[in-house]
Structure formats: structure tokens, C-alpha cells
């Protein structure tokens, strides 16, 4: 399911990453539990009655030059306008209204895009008075909120879940996969694309009358329909916005919520930096599968053991994601690549798989005789009973006596267990504890 996506845009300062802390709540909670997920994060996903939504913070774009400020927030604004389904646009109501909020509702304004208004530090609600000059900015209503206090954020939610759009999701039959590529600028994304749909056997096709039609491309190869996603936009990128990690990660977004199969694109020359692994906790945290795969290959120095440590470093690096094939290729000589497409078909396969309940259970059921549940002063886990609620990505829930008492390594265990008997190579899998005696 693609997930809307909330932008939250606004001069430096006025408390965006603290409201997208609170918006994204008890999900970073979770997700921070997983090690090797990082913490310097601009992205979360959250969920307000029943509806889920991403979250994007647009602060600290950066760019070099005069006037820095306002070339930034202009900069952020424009991203929004492209990106984002509805935006957050926040003033803070202890400066007071200024110029440049002024030039950025001029550029929200004539977008059409839907916009909510929001004042931040309203500390003390009794001071009210404190939002009616923002008024003057078009936006109707101004929302007061306080970062600080947690106050206004029910109200805050209320508004961006109102206007959130239904996002259609069928725009390609269902058994058509959708990939995305991601990685850093130059990792060799775009030559991928094209080694791919010039390869032997794949035809293009031109499927007209999509929404997207226009920057996704569609291909089949021995059968299968595939569908890469956002290609066109990808090939349009400036590269002098993508060189901003956070600009880049903004604009994968949408094409990671988009897609049943991630490509994380690696420079197999350079190795793995930090930017790698935020881009793949995205993919991550969207709940797609995903494969890394290790371009530029032929210029790697290399011998028999070469590609057996490069997978000891990724696993190393991506400690989340042991469940992500591996594939090393080419772009440029097209080396290894006939081994991409397959790897993928199975992924989107399994990203879909269904297991039946009372397989699921007999699994669970010898993990548990084989090494029983943790016990908390004196009690012990007790499982009752296993299901799969859901799948893209497999969701499971765990029925137990008392979920306080599930450890994240005894889920682990159960989640090997569970990848032991049925496979879901290439996907993340969700597990939740509840309660049912
Ligand atoms: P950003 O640059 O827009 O992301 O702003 P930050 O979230 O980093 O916040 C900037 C400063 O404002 C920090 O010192 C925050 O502690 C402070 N701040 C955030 N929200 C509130 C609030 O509701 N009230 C007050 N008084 N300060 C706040
Ligand atoms: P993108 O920014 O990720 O889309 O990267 P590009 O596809 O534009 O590639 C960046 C550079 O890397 C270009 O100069 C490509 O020719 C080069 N490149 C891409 N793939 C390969 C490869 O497999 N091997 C080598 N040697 N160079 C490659």
C-alpha cells in the first residue's frame, strides 16, 4: 500500500524536527529498537485513526551561497510542492510572522497543493491571541501547536488526515512488479536502467492511459511484467540537488512507497558509506522487499575471495536487513546482470507470500519446545496462537498471555525459525505481540 506522503517545511528554527518527533512518535520507538538503524532521520512513517501516512522533515536542505536561508527554504518548499501530498507549513508564533514566511506561502500558494497551517510554540494555549496575525498568510485556519508541550497535535493530525488524498493503488494489475532503484548520486543507477531494458528478451512496452505512464517504464522479460518505477524523474534529478543527502532521500521516497522491490544501488568501487545506510532504512522501514545490488563490479580488484568479504561488510553495515539478496554486477559490461532479474521475481514473490495458519503454528511450535519463551520474575511467556494478518510485507502476530514479556532476541528467534521454514528471502517480515489467554 503506497503511503501518502506529509512534508513539513518552514524557516530554520521554528520547531520542524521536533513536531516530526511527535508526529512520528511510538513508531521511531520501534523502529529505533532494531540496531543499525540510524538516528539522524528526516523520515518516519505515522498513522492518525486508521490512517497511515509518511513524514518527511524538509529542514537542514542546506545549499551553499547568499542569502542562504531563504534560498533553502525556497528550495524545501519547491521539493514539497513536487513531493509531497500535503504540506505542513509551520511558522513559529514567537517571532512572529516574517518575510520570508511571507515569500514561502507566495510559492505554497500558487501550487494548489493542500496546505496546513501551523504555528509552533503556542506554549500557553490561553495565549491564543499569539496565531491570528498568520491569518494574513491565505491558509485559513492557523493551528497553534507546541513542540515543547505536545499540545495541538491531536488537532494537527485531525487536519493533515482530512485532507490526505486516497492514493490509487491499483494504476498496474497485481501481478505486474514494481522495482525502484535507489543509492547515492553516481552509483550508476540510470546505467542500470538502461542495461536493463536494453538487455536480450526485454520488451518495452507502452502502456498508455496510467497516471504514471510518464516517468515509470514498463518491460517484460520471460513472462514476467515489470514495471521500473519513476525512472524518468530519476533521470531528471539535478545533480546538484541530489549531491544533499536529504534532497535525495526526499525524492526516493515516493518511488520506495511505490514499489513491491527496492534496488539499493552500491558503488562496488567506493564501498559503503553512512548515506547507503540511511537510503536502505528507508526501504526498510517501508516494509519492501529488498535487494542490494553492488554495481561497477568490473572495476573492482578482485580474487577468489573478494566477493565473499564485500557481503561480510554489507551484512555488517545493514545488520537489519540480513534477509536482502546480494548481487554483484556491471552496468557497463553487463556482467553478472542476466542474474538481477530473477533474484527480483522471487523477492516480489515472497514480499507476497502467504503462509497458512496451521503451518505457521506447527513452526512456532517446535521453535518454542526447542527453546522456550523468556520468563520475567518467576513468569513465562506463554504463545497461544500464530497468524499471518497481511502480506506486502508478511505481517504476523503472536498471541500471547502477556506481551511485556516478549524480548526483541526471542522474536528474533522466532522470525529465523519462521524465514527457516518458509523462506521470504528478500523481505522484511513484521512481527507484533498481542494479548489473548
Ligand atoms: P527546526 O530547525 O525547524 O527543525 O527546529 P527545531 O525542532 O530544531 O527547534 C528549534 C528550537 O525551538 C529548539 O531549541 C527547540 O527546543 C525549540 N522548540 C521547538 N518547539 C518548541 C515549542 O513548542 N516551544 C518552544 N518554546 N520552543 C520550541
Ligand atoms: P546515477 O547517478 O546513480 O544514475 O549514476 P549513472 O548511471 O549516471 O552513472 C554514474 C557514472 O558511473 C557514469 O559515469 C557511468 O558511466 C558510470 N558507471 C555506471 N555503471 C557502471 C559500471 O558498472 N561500471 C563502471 N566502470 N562504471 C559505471
Known amino acids: 500500500m503506497a503511503r501518502p506522503v506529509v512534508a513539513i517545511v518552514g524557516r530554520p528554527n521554528v520547531g520542524k524536527s521536533t513536531i516530526f518527533n511527535r508526529l512520528i512518535g511510538d513508531r521511531l520507538a520501534i523502529v529505533e529498537d532494531k540496531p543499525g538503524i540510524t538516528r539522524d532521520r528526516i ?54 510572522l516574517t518575510q520570508s514566511d511571507e515569500e514561502v506561502a507566495q510559492i505554497l500558494f500558487r501550487s494548489g497543493k493542500p496546505i496546513v497551517l501551523a504555528v509552533n510554540k503556542v506554549d500557553n494555549l490561553s495565549r491564543h491571541d499569539e496565531i491570528y496575525e498568520f491569518y494574513s498568510l491565505g491558509f485559513g485556519d492557523p493551528i497553534p501547536i507546541s513542540g515543547s508541550h505536545g499540545t495541538g497535535i ?19 494489475d497485481e501481478d505486474v ?13 540510470s546505467s542500470l536502467v538502461n542495461a536493463i531494458l536494453g538487455e536480450e528478451r526485454v520488451i518495452v512496452s507502452d ?5 504514471r505512464d510518464a516517468i515509470d517504464t514498463p518491460f517484460e522479460k520471460d513472462g514476467q511484467r515489470y514495471v521500473l518505477i519513476d525512472t524518468a524523474g530519476m533521470r531528471k534529478r539535478g545533480k546538484v540537488y541530489e549531491t544533499t543527502e536529504k534532497y535525495s532521500v526526499m525524492r526516493a521516497m515516493r518511488a520506495i512507497e511505490r514499489a513491491d522491490v527496492v534496488l539499493i544501488v552500491i558503488n562496488g568501487e567506493e564501498g559503503i558509506i553512512d548515506q547507503d545506510k540511511h537510503i536502505a532504512g528507508y526501504a526498510y522501514e517501508a516494509g519492501k522487499a529488498s535487494i542490494f545490488v553492488v554495481n ?39 556482467s553478472r546482470l542476466h542474474k538481477l532479474l530473477p533474484v527480483v521475481q522471487h523477492a516480489a514473490e515472497q514480499h507476497n507470500l502467504r503462509v497458512q495458519t496451521h503451518l505457521l503454528n506447527d513452526v512456532v511450535s517446535d521453535a518454542v519446545a526447542l527453546n522456550p519463551p523468556p520468563t ?45 521454514a518458509f523462506d521470504f528471502e528478500g523481505t522484511p517480515i513484521r512481527i507484533f505481540t498481542r494479548r489473548k489467554s
Not at 49 to 64: A, H, L, Q, R
Not at 207 to 211: C, E, N, R
Not at 379 to 406: C, G, S
Open 296 to 334: 561497477k563490479w568490473d572495476v573492482v580488484d578482485k580474487d577468489d575471495k573478494t566477493m565473499h568479504q564485500f557481503e561480510t561488510k554489507i551484512r555488517d553495515h545493514f545488520l537489519f536487513m540480513t534477509y536482502a539478496p546480494i548481487v554483484f554486477l556491471s552496468a557497463k559490461t553487463k
Open 376 to 420: 520475567d520474575k518467576g513468569r513465562r511467556m506463554r504463545i497461544n496462537y500464530v497468524t499471518q494478518v497481511a502480506v506486502k510485507p508478511p505481517t504476523i502476530v503472536v498471541f500471547v498471555n502477556d506481551p511485556e514479556l516478549m524480548h526483541f532476541s526471542y522474536e528474533r528467534y522466532l522470525e529465523n525459525k519462521i524465514r527457516g
Open 177 to 189: 512488479i514494481k522495482v525502484a532503484l535507489i543509492g547515492r548520486p553516481n552509483v550508476g543507477k
Open 207 to 211: 502502456i498508455a492511459g496510467t497516471t
Open 154 to 172: 491531536g488537532d494537527l493530525l485531525d487536519a493533515i488526515v482530512e485532507i490526505l488524498p486516497e492514493l490509487n493503488d491499483d494504476e498496474y
Open 43 to 96: 523520515y518516519g512513517v505515522s498513522e492518525w485513526n486508521g490512517k497511515p501516512f509518511s513524514v518527511i522533515d524538509t529542514g537542514g536542505i542546506e545549499i551553499d551561497g547568499d542569502d542562504v536561508i531563504l534560498k533553502s527554504i525556497r528550495m524545501q518548499a519547491e521539493l514539497a510542492i513536487e513531493e509531497a501530498d500535503v504540506i505542513v507549513f509551520m511558522c513559529d508564533a514567537k517571532s512572529g
